[in-house]
């Protein structure tokens, strides 16, 4: 149980286009949802939490109008990367966390963005 | 300084052999720890959570030293399947969750 899908697993695409990621919890409702980008050889940073209904909230660093977070289901948050460049490649991956276990977050498989 | 360090190895260990990982945070609010594994392109998945009396499932260990906060993971008997990248995590009890940069580990037949 607990399985959080994401889409798409790999994507290439164009500078100045946008980009959207998907997150789906399948068997679980996610009131929350955790953004991370990861880029090669370092570690997982988050970038914005996703709330159910409400504003996402940014780390600091991260610029919301370009990473567009939307929430409106409690099973489905969505990333837009907007106007897309090379420097925006990289692994995003969400996470949500399961409440049946007190320290359980579980994550989706990561999307794999390459921008050309 | 990083909130979570770890030393980005790699480790290359004989298979059968013993190997130890280690962690240190700076935040001395944290307040739940983990070891993740995260293999070759794919997402972490939770290995086991950390607790201050430790704790043991199967051949893995973990420890956590709050006074000098300070987190390992004990990995016996290795597994080629071990092979991946050891990510030490920290939670300051708000539901985020930061990730060390990882501890690469490679099992030698």
């Known amino acids: 149980g607990a399985v959080v899908s994401q889409h798409p697993s790999r994507v290439i695409c164009k500078s100045g286009t946008s980009v959207k990621i998907e997150c789906r919890s399948l068997?679980?409702?996610?009131?929350?949802m955790f953004w991370y980008r990861q880029f090669p050889k370092q570690s997982l940073m988050l970038m914005a939490t996703s709330n159910e209904g409400s504003k996402a909230t940014y780390e600091q660093g991260v610029e919301k109008d370009k990473f567009l977070i939307n929430h409106a289901s409690l099973t489905l948050s969505t990333l837009t990367v907007t106007s897309a460049h090379p420097e925006d490649s990289s692994f995003y991956i969400c996470?949500?966390?399961?409440?049946?276990?007190?320290?359980?977050?579980?994550f989706g498989s990561g999307t794999r963005l390459t921008v050309v | 300084r990083k909130e979570v360090e770890q030393d980005p190895g790699p480790f290359n260990v004989p298979e059968g052999a013993t190997v130890a990982f280690n962690c240190t945070y700076s935040?001395?609010?944290?307040?739940?720890f983990f070891w993740y594994r995260q293999d070759c392109r794919k997402e972490p998945k939770l290995l086991m959570s950390v607790y201050s009396s430790g704790n043991e499932d199967g051949r893995f260990t973990a420890q956590l030293n709050r006074a000098s906060q300070y987190i390992s993971l004990l990995i016996r008997d290795s597994k080629l399947s071990d092979s991946a990248t050891y990510l030490c995590v920290v939670s300051h009890g708000n539901e985020k969750l930061t990730f060390g940069t990882g501890t690469r580990l490679t099992i030698i037949p």
């Open positions: 996470s949500a966390r399961v409440h049946l276990n007190p320290y359980g977050y579980t």
């Open positions: 935040n001395s609010a944290s307040q739940s």
């Open positions: 068997d679980f409702q996610a009131t929350t």
